[in-house]
């Protein structure tokens, strides 16, 4: 059997009780290529049937590729799905259309794509290689059609291109993009959604009094960026709030291995939910041939906007619990400089741990270095990880570990005073994950800066811990890490699970919930 590829999550969508799923996806083999979109439906964003192909190369306006998109449900009830198709092999891209055959069958099995593609040819104004990923599209109250896609202009500016139709058939370029910015390279997998000021309930309404989050997937950096801002419906201008910063050192859906994500609006559960994809870092195609796959879609999760009004808050959604199973908790415990505890009881290699730590007291943190100011959270992570003591912190997981810890990918805080204020960072450590001797292989200490107000002396974390992935949610989802390991020894039965303390200062576990996980149903 040929390896299969797994990458952009496309289109996902909630209709008529059925959640799809499509991603692109090569069925002949583990490295890019061969792209077709793969289709999985669900009853409940856990256990899933995949389907034969949708979308595939076939006709002289996709013939070269069928790339990313979006869906949308059209009054009536009509599903239908946008995606960029190559054209021909210096990769000129253009928008195509795809609808059900069948809307009546409940898995929407088959999808045709209509002669009168393509809908939208870039003009002489637009890097015609760089003109991709179309969103879900939006109406305004002037009852056209909106979409945006990303694109790049002079080498450096990335652009959020916005169309508009009023029959969803014809599209008219608008005279400005969206927004742009500059000194960012090519956007990638756009996505425009409202969210509301207030609760966790997500929104589908494109009104001027909700607060509006535009990411972009960054091709220069392979990491995703957001804002928050404010949408000018009669100008079609995003404006991102002051102090929402639109460059690389941006906010981030996740700080890890995490890339081309997509939300949807669910109407069953009136949330929206996020998908992110999350690529090898074993490097050699070898590694992803010998087990027959590469790429992973991440567990699902809910999404809206943090209290404080500045950024976005994530969290697993809640039909994974169904998978829990054994379950052991641990409370009061302390851990002094140097401790660890195992959490026994559990399959460390597949189980879902949630934990609160506690200090008494913060005079221990150490001083923020004036020359980290400058850097990326990771890089301080880089500097000061879980094997160097500090004062307040670190401490944390220390996941899919030997005995003796050998290997392991610690997941943990370490708290900093800084001039005015304490600085708090999250770290998912891979450098000693494996003892595999590979100097291609990624193993990098992805970490952000956690904004949380620590007056009642506690951080809490989670972490979703899968054989070779770990997603880790700090203070209940303001800052969310994602790494791909791949330990030669703490795997399946031999994997450990640890609590631990690096710091001066002692840690109290108040609480350490940990659940055995069963394995999601797939069908064929």
Same mark, same amino acid.
């Given at each position: 059997?040929?390896?299969?590829?797994?990458?952009?999550?496309?289109?996902?969508?909630?209709?008529?009780?059925?959640?799809?799923?499509?991603?692109?996806?090569?069925?002949?083999?583990?490295?890019?290529?061969?792209?077709?979109?793969?289709?999985?439906?669900?009853?409940?964003?856990?256990?899933?049937?995949?389907?034969?192909?949708?979308?595939?190369?076939?006709?002289?306006?996709?013939?070269?590729?069928?790339?990313?998109?979006?869906?949308?449900?059209?009054?009536?009830?009509?599903?239908?799905?946008?995606?960029?198709?190559?054209?021909?092999?210096?990769?000129?891209?253009?928008?195509?259309?795809?609808?059900?055959?069948?809307?009546?069958?409940?898995?929407?099995?088959?999808?045709?794509?209509?002669?009168?593609?393509?809908?939208?040819?870039?003009?002489?104004?637009?890097?015609?290689?760089?003109?991709?990923?179309?969103?879900?599209?939006?109406?305004?109250?002037?009852?056209?059609?909106?979409?945006?896609?990303?694109?790049?202009?002079?080498?450096?500016?990335?652009?959020?291109?916005?169309?508009?139709?009023?029959?969803?058939?014809?599209?008219?370029?608008?005279?400005?993009?969206?927004?742009?910015?500059?000194?960012?390279?090519?956007?990638?997998?756009?996505?425009?959604?409202?969210?509301?000021?207030?609760?966790?309930?997500?929104?589908?309404?494109?009104?001027?009094?909700?607060?509006?989050?535009?990411?972009?997937?960054?091709?220069?950096?392979?990491?995703?960026?957001?804002?928050?801002?404010?949408?000018?419906?009669?100008?079609?201008?995003?404006?991102?709030?002051?102090?929402?910063?639109?460059?690389?050192?941006?906010?981030?859906?996740?700080?890890?291995?995490?890339?081309?994500?997509?939300?949807?609006?669910?109407?069953?559960?009136?949330?929206?939910?996020?998908?992110?994809?999350?690529?090898?870092?074993?490097?050699?195609?070898?590694?992803?041939?010998?087990?027959?796959?590469?790429?992973?879609?991440?567990?699902?999760?809910?999404?809206?906007?943090?209290?404080?009004?500045?950024?976005?808050?994530?969290?697993?959604?809640?039909?994974?619990?169904?998978?829990?199973?054994?379950?052991?908790?641990?409370?009061?415990?302390?851990?002094?400089? +140097?401790?660890?505890?195992?959490?026994?009881?559990?399959? &460390?290699?597949? %189980?879902?741990? =949630?934990?609160?730590?506690? @200090? !008494?007291?913060?005079?221990?943190?150490?001083?923020?270095?004036?020359?980290?100011?400058?850097?990326?959270?990771?890089?301080?992570?880089?500097?000061?990880?879980?094997?160097?003591?500090?004062?307040?912190?670190?401490?944390?997981?220390?996941?899919?570990?030997?005995?003796?810890?050998?290997?392991?990918?610690?997941?943990?805080?370490?708290?900093?005073?800084?001039?005015?204020?304490?600085?708090?960072?999250?770290?998912?450590?891979?450098?000693?994950?494996?003892?595999?001797?590979?100097?291609?292989?990624?193993?990098?200490?992805?970490?952000?800066?956690?904004?949380?107000?620590?007056?009642?002396?506690?951080?809490?974390?989670?972490?979703?811990?899968?054989?070779?992935?770990?997603?880790?949610?700090?203070?209940? +989802?303001?800052?969310?890490?994602?790494?791909?390991?791949? &330990?030669?020894? %703490?795997?399946? =039965?031999?994997?450990?699970? @640890? !609590?631990?303390?690096?710091?001066?200062?002692?840690?109290?576990?108040?609480?350490?919930?940990?659940?055995?996980?069963?394995?999601?149903?797939?069908?064929?």
């Amino acid at each position: 059997m040929p390896s299969k590829h797994t990458i952009d999550p496309n289109a996902p969508m909630y209709f008529n009780g059925v959640y799809h799923l499509f991603y692109q996806y090569n069925p002949n083999g583990s490295v890019w290529g061969n792209i077709v979109w793969a289709h999985s439906v669900s009853k409940d964003l856990i256990n899933w049937i995949n389907l034969e192909p949708a979308i595939y190369p076939s006709k002289p306006f996709d013939q070269f590729g069928t790339w990313s998109g979006s869906a949308t449900i059209l009054p009536g009830n009509k599903p239908v799905i946008l995606y960029t198709g190559i054209v021909d092999a210096n990769q000129t891209q253009v928008q195509n259309y795809a609808i059900p055959a069948n809307v009546s069958d409940p898995y929407l099995r088959e999808w045709i794509k209509p002669d009168n593609n393509p809908l939208i040819v870039a003009d002489d104004s637009i890097n015609k290689t760089k003109f991709r990923d179309p969103t879900t599209a939006w109406m305004g109250k002037d009852g056209h059609w909106r979409i945006v896609m990303g694109s790049l202009r002079k080498h450096s500016r990335g652009l959020a291109i916005m169309y508009r139709s009023k029959d969803f058939m014809k599209w008219v370029k608008a005279k400005h993009p969206l927004h742009s910015t500059n000194g960012t390279g090519n956007w990638e997998c756009p996505d425009f959604f409202p969210v509301a000021l207030k609760g966790t309930n997500g929104i589908d309404q494109y009104g001027e009094e909700y607060k509006y989050v535009l990411k972009n997937s960054m091709d220069l950096t392979r990491f995703e960026y957001y804002t928050l801002g404010k949408y000018d419906t009669k100008k079609d201008r995003y404006v991102p709030d002051v102090g929402s910063i639109d460059s690389w050192k941006g906010l981030r859906f996740d700080y890890g291995n995490f890339y081309a994500s997509k939300t949807f609006y669910d109407t069953s559960k009136n949330r929206r939910v996020i998908w992110g994809w999350s690529n090898e870092s074993d490097i050699f195609p070898e590694d992803d041939n010998a087990k027959g796959w590469a790429g992973i879609q991440l567990i699902p999760r809910k999404v809206w906007l943090d209290p404080s009004g500045k950024q976005l808050i994530q969290w697993p959604v809640e039909e994974l619990e169904t998978l829990r199973t054994q379950k052991v908790q641990l409370s009061n415990k302390k851990l002094n400089n +140097g401790e660890k505890i195992e959490v026994t009881g559990i399959t &460390p290699a597949q %189980a879902d741990v =949630e934990v609160t730590f506690s @200090f !008494a007291s913060l005079d221990k943190a150490e001083s923020f270095d004036s020359s980290w100011t400058d850097m990326y959270a990771q890089d301080v992570c880089g500097l000061k990880g879980a094997d160097v003591q500090g004062g307040l912190g670190p401490f944390g997981l220390a996941t899919l570990a030997t005995e003796n810890l050998e290997e392991n990918t610690p997941v943990f805080f370490r708290v900093f005073k800084a001039q005015q204020n304490y600085k708090v960072l999250l770290c998912s450590d891979a450098k000693r994950s494996t003892l595999k001797f590979n100097e291609t292989m990624y193993k990098v200490s992805f970490a952000g800066f956690v904004d949380v107000d620590l007056a009642d002396k506690k951080l809490s974390l989670r972490s979703l811990i899968d054989n070779s992935v770990i997603e880790s949610f700090g203070a209940g +989802g303001k800052t969310c890490i994602t790494s791909r390991v791949y &330990p030669t020894l %703490a795997i399946n =039965e031999k994997a450990h699970l @640890f !609590a631990f303390n690096n710091g001066t200062e002692p840690i109290t576990i108040e609480t350490l919930d940990a659940w055995s996980m069963g394995k999601a149903k797939i069908q064929y």
